[in-house]
Each structure stands twice: as structure tokens, then as C-alpha cells.
């Protein structure tokens, strides 16, 4: 009787083995390895990122089909995986474990042989991408918002004898031709038909807008007031400048200071604004920039940069895309000027920012190779690059944002690290 005992007690259990074998190869995971690393190992596997839940509580997370960037998530010390394939915990940060070199569900190769420094070099890599130079792969979205107030029309300098208008219809009308299927262009001008009526959205950035601003252009006529902030509030509207996959911008054309609506059209005696149309100024591109919509402001003409206003200088600093000079925004005080800086700020875009297809869990992971030679971090803009965690935005700035404008720099890549 023992011995009948021993063997069905014995079968049982040869059953129950077989049966753990079995979720273990069903869950991914190897019951040969030892899995004690899932739960503390801190490497940092890549994994598709995600648009929703599952849908049909299976094994497999349905929502890569249609999912996002992918993103490198470092593991935290949470619970191993249970059965499911997933970290139940539902935490941040705390994705499933992929022990040994096994590869990641992005292609790559998941090694934490470096997990404690994700910016050195020696880390591996869990990505590794080749950025796109010539803007062909995501066109940018370029909003221009013009200002036509009446001042326009007064020349850019004391030398000058066509009107400042008149300098910012050839500039556009030069930008459109240089540009025109590099970037998709969008259109506001201000004020609207009175004097301190803001400016609409009269056009979204799109791949065929330029036949339409070329006729839009030459029929601009300089009225009223400068009712800059109210204007800049009504791009927040746009639905072009809303796509994540593409860089968004503004380009404020202005040559003076907001006037509404509390001035009614008309600066202070010193030639500052009101601090009521300033802030609201102010507040408008710090709303666009929390909206991922970053503004370059260009000031046009020696009336207004002789003052280097305050107003201007602080919608610049706030807008993102400050100068790092005395004067923060851009002064143009000819018509050369103002050709030279929508080129550059145009090349900028281009050039030197890039939306990228997967999203690393800070910005330490990311390193930067131009010609495959390494490019310093900057976090405070001079040059090289940085990254932006919130846009999923890579930007150069400095000498290195202008070697790639100048096609000097014929190859960039990103590697992110393990």
C-alpha cells in the first residue's frame, strides 16, 4: 500500500512540474534561469509605448499596433513577472524583467551590464538611430504670425525708404521660395480690421500652403494697434500645430510692442507697453510653449530695437527660442537682416530640432554622434545639444546647430543607452 501511494504521490507531482514548465514557456519566462533578477536587476529594456489597455486580456499587449514612441524603461525593483507577461504592480517604471541578453521588443539587445551610468559611452546601447538632415522625413510645422500694425508703415531704418511692410512682403515672398516643400508654412496676421482686434487663425500649416500665401502676401495693408498677446492666444487653436510627430513653431513678425487691449492701440509715453498688455503678451507664448508650440520673436526696425524692449525680450525667453545675446529676441534693422534671420531661424528648425521615434526614460541615456565624433550635452544652450523629455525633442544649438546648417556635418546619430 506505501508503495501504491509513493507512485500516485510521485505521478502527481511529475504532473504539476509539467504543468509549471508549460506557464513558464507561455509567459516567456526560461524555469531553467534564474529569475531573482526581475525584481532589483535595474537594467532598462525598450519596449514599444502604448496607446491603451489591453483588450482581450491575453498574453500579448494589443495596443503596439497602434501605439506611440517607444520607450527605455529602466527597471525598478518591483515584483518579478507574473504569468501574464506584464508587471501587475502597475507602476511607473517598473516594466517587466528581460534577464540575460535576450533581445528587447523594439529589435535591439537588452544587456545591464552597465545599468548605473546610462550616459557613459561603454553602456550599451538599446537604440540606435540616424537623425534626418534635410527635414524630408517630418516637414515642420512654421506658423507665421505677422504683425500689421500701423506703424508698418515707416521705414526699417532712418536710411530707408520703403516701408517696413513693404520689406516683410519681400522676405516672406523670399522665404516661401527657398523654403516651399521644406516646411510646412501656416498664416495670422494682426490686427484684424479695427484697431486692437486680434488676429485669427486664417491658415493651417500644410504641405500646400504656399500658392495660397503667395496670393495672401502682396494685398497686406498696415491698420490699428498691436494686439499681440490676444493674437498669439488664438493659435492655441490650431490643429496643425497640435501634431506630435512633427516640430512646432511660431514666428512672431513685430515691430513694436504690444499696444492692446488695455492701450488701445497706443504704447506709454516712454514707448513701453502697458504691464497689463505686456503680461498678457508674456503669458500667451509661455501657454504655446506648455502646448509644445515654441515662438522665435523677430523685431523689425530701429524705432523699436534701439529700446530693446523688456516686452520682447522676455516673450522671447519664455517662447523657448531666446538668443543667447544682450538682446534675447531677434533685431533685424534692414531688409538683409531680416532675409538673413528668417533663413536661419528657418534652418534652425530644419536643422538643429528633431522629434524622436522612441522615447528615453531621461535625457542621460541619450548620447549624440556628428561624424561619429560625440557631442556634449549643454544644458544651459550655447552649443552642442539637449534634450527635451516633455517634446521627445532633440535640439543643437550654437556653432554645432550652425555646422549643420551649413551641410557641414554630413552625418548625425543618436544612440540611447542601456
Request: with cysteine; glycine share 10%.
Amino acid at each position: 500500500m506505501k508503495t501504491i501511494r509513493w507512485q500516485v504521490g510521485a505521478r502527481v507531482m511529475s504532473l504539476l512540474v509539467m504543468g509549471c514548465l508549460g506557464c513558464s514557456a507561455k509567459s516567456g519566462i526560461d524555469p531553467a534561469a534564474d529569475n531573482s533578477s526581475a525584481s532589483g536587476s535595474g537594467a532598462v529594456v525598450c519596449q514599444p509605448g502604448t496607446g491603451g489597455s489591453t483588450t482581450d486580456g491575453s498574453d500579448t499587449d494589443d495596443t503596439r499596433d497602434g501605439a506611440g514612441p517607444s520607450v527605455c524603461i529602466p527597471q525598478g525593483s518591483g515584483p518579478s513577472v507574473s504569468g501574464n507577461g506584464r508587471d501587475d504592480t502597475g507602476q511607473s517604471g517598473q516594466g517587466p524583467a528581460n534577464p540575460g541578453n535576450a533581445p528587447d521588443d523594439t529589435g535591439g539587445t537588452i544587456n545591464p551590464s552597465n545599468p548605473s551610468n546610462p550616459g557613459d559611452p561603454a553602456s550599451a546601447i538599446c537604440q540606435q538611430l540616424a537623425l534626418d538632415l534635410t527635414g524630408q522625413t517630418a516637414s515642420p510645422n512654421v506658423m507665421l504670425a505677422v504683425d500689421v500694425s500701423n506703424s508698418m508703415k515707416s521705414p526699417i531704418n532712418s536710411m530707408a525708404i520703403r516701408a517696413k511692410i513693404d520689406d516683410t512682403k519681400a522676405a516672406i515672398s523670399a522665404l516661401l521660395d527657398k523654403w516651399e516643400g521644406k516646411v510646412r508654412f501656416g498664416w495670422m496676421q494682426f490686427p484684424m480690421f479695427d484697431t486692437c482686434t486680434p488676429g485669427t487663425l486664417a491658415l493651417e500649416c500644410d504641405n500646400n500652403t504656399t500658392g495660397t500665401l503667395r496670393a495672401i502676401v502682396p494685398f497686406l495693408f498696415p491698420n490699428g494697434g498691436t494686439p499681440t498677446g490676444d493674437s498669439l492666444k488664438n493659435l492655441l487653436a490650431s490643429r496643425s500645430l497640435k501634431d506630435s510627430t512633427r516640430s512646432n513653431f511660431v514666428i512672431l513678425l513685430t515691430d513694436g510692442v504690444p499696444t492692446c487691449p488695455n492701450g488701445n492701440g497706443q504704447p506709454q509715453a516712454n514707448g513701453q507697453p502697458l504691464p497689463a498688455d505686456e503680461e498678457l503678451a508674456v503669458q500667451a507664448v509661455r501657454e504655446l510653449r506648455s502646448a509644445k508650440i515654441d515662438t522665435f520673436v523677430i523685431g523689425i526696425g530701429e524705432d523699436l530695437n534701439n529700446t530693446s524692449p523688456a516686452a520682447l525680450n522676455r516673450m522671447a525667453v519664455e517662447g523657448g527660442r531666446a538668443r543667447a545675446a544682450a538682446a534675447r529676441y531677434y533685431q533685424v534693422n534692414s531688409v538683409d537682416q531680416l532675409n538673413t534671420t528668417l533663413g536661419s531661424v528657418i534652418g534652425m528648425v530644419i536643422s538643429c530640432n528633431h522629434i524622436l521615434p522612441v522615447r528615453p526614460a531621461s535625457a542621460d541615456q541619450v548620447q549624440v554622434l556628428l561624424d561619429g565624433q560625440p557631442v556634449a550635452r549643454d544644458v544651459l544652450h550655447m552649443k552642442g545639444f539637449d534634450y527635451d523629455l516633455f517634446r521627445n525633442q532633440l535640439t543643437f544649438y550654437g556653432p554645432t546647430c550652425d555646422s549643420l546648417q551649413t551641410g557641414q556635418i554630413k552625418k548625425a546619430e543618436v544612440k540611447i543607452n542601456c
